[in-house]
């Protein structure tokens, strides 16, 4: 599904209208899914108060919507009308008629209304601003979201309609005192603002409403939301006649004598992706550690990199044996040492002779320092690189606060400038193509902020490269991979405690999920 930007989606209602959908048909349709959903959440809504905070614009119109059918179905609904409404749709005098109770700022300047119902509500729906907010919260409205977030009721489950109150639709930045929901209901098309900066940390749980734009209006976005069903269309065939050797085989190059743990992360992570076989180039010290943790890879020693010769070796030894291999991963592990840069810097020279590959960690970094101005250069078209923030900041020679106001554009445009996928890591991770197209993950998770769970994604998609899918696809569901299983694992241990390892045995369990998956 695309990701818009305001401009967009009002561009796209405007089309909707040309065929046929007037904005009050969009509205009756938000207002609808979004009682719907409220009942999905509360169940029997008969006992439950709600809570609906109304500001003038269109989420406002939509918050009224939902209130005549949440009340028509049976539940307690009040209406807090947080600002003067010019607009004559939704009619308000026919909600009270229904039996909705109204109520407003302008009566209620002590808050004693609104406090009292956020005492004895089950749900509020924050319906005050939409995707058109600039400017910071002030005045009434921040006197009425002061209260909401000194709010003592733990019970409260609040819903906002398109995006938080308070949060720039398009860049994610937010007010302090924006509101934090527990589920958002973007409307129509998820929004940009949604998967970057503070929006994670805002949204809560992000749900996608069809409010019925018709299919031939075509969002004209150059940004998708990685999805369930799509990545259902890549996955893998597994045909009952297989052998190992149908799943293809992969290659890891890295480790070092402080990071030994790297390797095996992506190697075990490579098997459970589902490739045929796992090869680990390192060093016999680091063979002889990493064996005793499993006996899934195999191995092609080399020796330790300790002077020219030994590196030149290195490099021989590896080529003469690529060619058995559909993918390839440098640098988990690896260190920037003098001589493993050598080692680097020749591989990359004879990168013809390199299957589909992968560059992680210690690799992106001595690729950032070996030719400043074009790094690239000696890069296959389609090589796929994995860097975090501050890896990324080393590639395209720009601040972490610079990347940061639009981490999207940032890494489109490296990865158009260096013809290389870019996988820019983080919450909502982006995979950036060198087509000028991005992908976003829907995954935001403290669970993977922590060591290792790089090495775990770089190994998923090499495995997912030796199992025949394109760089592209490969890249984009490696990461909705790695991100279900983060789920998976969160589910488990929560946001504190777990590590890398623990998304190991949740790899296979994600690819079944999605696999088994009914669009």
């Given at each position: 599904?695309?990701i818009?930007?305001?401009?967009q989606?009002?561009?796209?209602?405007?089309?909707?209208?040309?065929?046929?959908?007037s904005q009050?048909?969009?509205m009756?349709n938000?207002?609808?899914?979004i009682?719907?959903?409220?009942?999905?959440?509360l169940?029997n809504?008969?006992p439950?108060?709600?809570?609906?905070?109304?500001g003038?614009?269109?989420?406002?119109?939509d918050?009224l919507?939902?209130?005549k059918?949440?009340k028509m179905w049976g539940?307690?609904?009040l209406v807090?009308?947080?600002?003067?409404?010019?607009?004559?749709?939704?009619?308000?005098?026919?909600?009270?008629?229904?039996g909705?109770?109204?109520?407003?700022f302008?009566?209620?300047?002590?808050?004693?209304?609104?406090?009292?119902?956020l005492?004895k509500?089950?749900v509020?729906i924050?319906?005050?601003m939409g995707?058109?907010l600039s400017?910071?919260?002030k005045?009434?409205?921040l006197?009425i979201?002061e209260?909401?977030?000194k709010?003592e009721?733990?019970?409260?489950?609040i819903i906002?309609?398109?995006v938080p109150?308070g949060?720039n639709s398009?860049t994610?930045d937010?007010?302090?005192?924006s509101?934090?929901?527990n589920?958002t209901?973007?409307?129509?098309?998820p929004k940009i603002?949604?998967?970057?900066?503070q929006g994670p940390t805002l949204?809560?749980t992000?749900?996608?409403?069809?409010?019925?734009?018709?299919?031939?209006?075509i969002?004209?976005?150059?940004?998708?939301?990685?999805s369930?069903?799509?990545?259902?269309?890549v996955?893998p065939?597994?045909?009952k006649?297989?052998?190992?050797?149908?799943?293809?085989?992969?290659?890891?190059v890295?480790?070092?004598k402080?990071y030994?743990?790297?390797?095996y992360?992506?190697?075990?992570?490579?098997?459970r992706?589902?490739?045929?076989?796992?090869t680990?180039?390192?060093?016999n010290?680091l063979?002889?550690?990493?064996s005793t943790?499993?006996?899934v890879p195999?191995?092609?020693?080399?020796?330790e990199?300790s002077?020219d010769?030994?590196?030149?070796q290195?490099?021989?030894i590896?080529?003469?044996?690529?060619?058995?291999?559909?993918s390839i991963l440098?640098?988990p592990g690896s260190?920037?040492?003098?001589e493993?840069?050598?080692?680097?810097?020749?591989l990359?020279?004879?990168?013809q002779?390199l299957?589909p590959?992968?560059?992680d960690?210690d690799?992106?970094?001595?690729?950032?320092q070996s030719?400043?101005?074009d790094?690239?250069?000696?890069l296959?078209p389609?090589?796929?690189?994995t860097?975090?923030?501050?890896?990324?900041s080393?590639?395209a020679?720009?601040?972490?606060?610079k990347?940061?106001t639009d981490?999207i554009?940032?890494?489109?445009?490296?990865?158009i400038?260096?013809?290389?996928?870019?996988i820019l890591?983080?919450?909502?991770?982006?995979?950036?193509?060198?087509?000028?197209?991005?992908?976003?993950s829907?995954?935001?998770?403290?669970?993977?902020?922590?060591a290792?769970?790089g090495?775990?994604l770089?190994?998923i998609?090499?495995g997912?490269?030796?199992?025949?899918l394109s760089?592209q696809?490969?890249?984009?569901?490696?990461?909705?991979v790695?991100?279900?299983?983060g789920?998976?694992v969160n589910c488990?241990?929560?946001?504190?405690?777990?590590i890398a390892s623990?998304l190991?045995?949740?790899?296979?369990k994600t690819?079944?999920?999605?696999?088994?998956h009914?669009?």
């Open positions: 599904m695309k818009v930007n305001s401009k989606m009002l561009d796209i209602e405007t089309e909707a209208c040309n065929h046929g959908i009050n048909r969009l009756e938000a207002g609808l899914g009682a719907r959903r409220v009942r999905m959440h169940g809504l008969a439950n108060n709600i809570i609906i905070l109304v003038s614009g269109n989420n406002g119109g918050g919507i939902a209130a059918y949440l539940a307690a609904v807090y009308l947080c600002s003067n409404r010019k607009e004559s749709y939704p009619n308000i005098a026919n909600l009270e008629k229904l909705v109770q109204i109520k407003s302008s009566s209620d300047r002590q808050l004693t209304e609104l406090q009292s119902a005492s509500s089950s509020l924050d319906g005050v995707t058109g400017r910071p919260i005045g009434d409205i006197t979201f209260l909401i977030r709010n009721n733990e019970s409260l489950y906002s309609i398109d109150s949060l398009d994610g937010s007010d302090n005192h509101i934090h929901s589920l209901l973007t409307l129509g098309y603002g949604l998967y970057l900066n949204t809560g992000v749900g996608i409403l069809d409010i019925g734009i018709p299919k031939k209006v969002p004209q976005s150059n940004i998708t939301l990685i369930m069903s799509w990545a259902k269309s996955i065939n597994r045909p006649n297989a052998h190992k050797g149908t799943f293809g085989k992969t290659l890891i890295g480790g070092s402080f030994s743990g790297a390797p992360l992506a190697g075990m992570a490579s098997a992706s589902g490739v045929g076989l796992v680990l180039a390192v060093t010290t063979q002889q550690s990493i943790l499993s006996p195999t191995y092609l020693p080399l020796s990199f002077n010769t030994n590196v030149s290195n490099i021989q590896i080529l003469g044996k690529i060619n058995k291999y559909q440098i640098g260190g920037t040492s003098t493993t840069q050598n080692f680097f810097q020749q990359m020279d004879k990168n002779n299957p590959t992968v560059l960690a690799a992106i970094n001595m690729l950032s030719n400043p101005q790094w690239w250069s000696n296959n389609e090589t796929i690189l860097p975090h923030l501050a890896e990324f080393r590639l020679k720009l601040s972490i606060e990347i940061k981490k554009k940032f890494a489109l445009e490296l990865a400038r260096s013809k290389t996928i870019i890591k983080g919450p909502n991770t982006i995979v950036a193509m060198p087509t000028g197209t991005a992908f976003i829907p995954f935001a998770n403290p669970s993977l902020a922590t290792g769970t090495d775990v770089a190994g998609i090499a997912f490269l030796a199992q025949g760089p696809s490969a890249s984009q569901l490696g990461v909705f790695h991100g279900i299983s789920e998976y488990k241990y929560g946001d504190q405690g777990s623990d190991l045995a949740y790899i296979p690819i079944d999920l999605i696999r088994n009914n669009s």
